[in-house]
C-alpha cells in the first residue's frame, strides 16, 4: 500500500472527486480526516472507509471558515497524530450566478472567492503547521483549466479563483521547498461529477462536451485517485511545484 503509515485530510469530500480519492487513499493505507459542509453524504463515506477496514473520521467543515478549518486539522492531529497529506478539493461554482466581469455582482464574486481561494489558503496555513513541525509533507491543490485558459469566458469569479490556486501553488512549492514539503496542482477536465452536472444534464450539451475530449469521453472521479495517489506519496518525492493535467488531452488542443 503507498500510502501506508501516512494521514491525510481532504476537503469536499462527501461527493465526486473528493469522495473517489478520500476511499483510494484509504485503501492504500493512509488515515484519512474527511471535511465537508455535507454532514449527511461526509458521514456516508466514512462510515465506508471503515466498513473497509480503513481509518477514517469525519468533521462537519466550511472551508470559508478559520475557526472550521482549525478545527478539522487538530481534529486529524489528534486522532491520528500527525498530517502528510493535505487534498484541497472543495470548491463552488455557481454557473447561474457568474458571469462576464460586466454583469458579475460583487456578492457572487466574493462568494466564490471566499470557498475555493481563501479556503485552499486556510486548510494550507493550518496544515503547514504540522508538516513543518514533523518534517514534511504533501498538499495537493485541485485546479482547473479555467484558472489557466480562457476557456469559460461567464465564469469570471470560479475562473479567476482557479487562477488564484495556480499562483498559490507555485508560491508555496517555492517557499516550503527547503523544509520537504511539497505542493503541487491536479487540473481536472470535463469531469462527470456533480459539479459539472449543469452542462452534462443536457443530452445534445453532454455530447458537445464529450466530442471536445481527444480521448473521447468525459472524465470519471476514479481517473484522478491515481495521480492524487503518486503526488501524497513518496514516489513523487522530487516534484514540486508541478501542475499535472488529468483531462482526456482537453489542454493539449
Excluded at 38 to 49: L, M, P, T
Excluded at 108 to 127: E, T
Excluded at 227 to 236: G, H, N
Amino acid at each position: 500500500m503507498r500510502l501506508a503509515g501516512k494521514v491525510a485530510v481532504i476537503t469536499g469530500s462527501a461527493v465526486g472527486l473528493g469522495r473517489a480519492v478520500a476511499a483510494r487513499f484509504a485503501r492504500e493505507g493512509a488515515r484519512v480526516a474527511l471535511g465537508d459542509n455535507n454532514e449527511i453524504d461526509g458521514s456516508a463515506v466514512r462510515r465506508q472507509i471503515q466498513s473497509e477496514g480503513g481509518a477514517a473520521i469525519f468533521v462537519p467543515t466550511d472551508i470559508q471558515q478559520e475557526a472550521d478549518v482549525a478545527a478539522l486539522l487538530h481534529a486529524a492531529a489528534s486522532a491520528f497524530g500527525r498530517i502528510d497529506i493535505l487534498y484541497n478539493n472543495a470548491a463552488v461554482l455557481f454557473a447561474d450566478r457568474d458571469a462576464r466581469a460586466h454583469e458579475l455582482s460583487a456578492e457572487v464574486w466574493d462568494q466564490i472567492m471566499q470557498v475555493n481561494l481563501r479556503g485552499p489558503f486556510l486548510c494550507a496555513k493550518y496544515s503547514l503547521r504540522f508538516m513543518l513541525e514533523q518534517g514534511g509533507g504533501s498538499i495537493i491543490n485541485i485546479g482547473s483549466p479555467t484558472g489557466l485558459y480562457g476557456c469559460a469566458p461567464s465564469l469570471t469569479a470560479y475562473s479567476s479563483s482557479k487562477g488564484g490556486v495556480f499562483a498559490l501553488t507555485r508560491v508555496m512549492a517555492a517557499a516550503y521547498a527547503r523544509d520537504n514539503i511539497r505542493v503541487n496542482s491536479i487540473i481536472p477536465g470535463t469531469m462527470d461529477t456533480p459539479m459539472n452536472e449543469y452542462i452534462l444534464t443536457d443530452g445534445q450539451s453532454r455530447e458537445r462536451y464529450r466530442e471536445a475530449i481527444p480521448l473521447g469521453r468525459l472524465g470519471l472521479p476514479a481517473d484522478v485517485e491515481g495521480l492524487a495517489v503518486f503526488l501524497a506519496s513518496d514516489e513523487s518525492c522530487y516534484c514540486t511545484g508541478g501542475v499535472y493535467a488529468c483531462d482526456g488531452g482537453l489542454t493539449a488542443v
